[in-house]
């Protein structure tokens, strides 16, 4: 059965830095792309990066305001769960929302919002002072 299981997240000053992970398990593709969203209040969702996973290689996409600030990176480890994590930094009260991962198993084009069918539960980023 298919698990994504995100974790990380929380409440952090302006400036600061967090990193939420996700965790896929129940597949066994060698071939998917993970996205992070996001959904701030009475905002619509919105992309924030994504990442394409295969076997030998990885590609990634970000948000225009998401460069430079937030990272992607993948643990793919095989036949184990398969961990996606998005480190951001230099993190503005803007940022504030929660944030979803999702799993699509079209992997040549990690922007196709609508391929993302298995989703994460959530979690929330509150960037305060």
């Known amino acids: 059965q298919l698990h994504l299981v995100q974790s990380g997240g929380g409440l952090v000053q302006p400036g600061g830095s967090l990193r939420l992970s996700c965790a896929v398990s129940?597949?066994?593709?060698?071939?998917?792309?993970i996205g992070w969203f996001r959904q701030a209040p009475g905002k619509e969702r919105e992309r924030v990066a994504c990442?394409?996973?295969?076997?030998?290689?990885?590609?990634?996409?970000?948000?225009d305001s998401m460069k430079g600030r937030f990272s992607i990176s993948s643990d793919n480890a095989k036949n184990t769960k398969n961990t996606v994590d998005l480190h951001m930094i230099s993190l503005e009260p803007e940022d504030t929302a929660v944030y979803y991962c999702?799993?699509?198993?079209?992997?040549?084009?990690?922007?196709?919002?609508?391929?993302?069918?298995?989703w994460g539960q959530g979690t929330q980023v509150t960037v305060s002072s």
């Open positions: 999702a799993l699509s198993y079209y992997y040549h084009d990690c922007t196709r919002t609508y391929e993302y069918d298995d």
């Open positions: 129940g597949f066994t593709s060698d071939y998917y792309a």
């Open positions: 990442i394409g996973v295969s076997d030998d290689s990885t590609y990634s996409w970000y948000a």
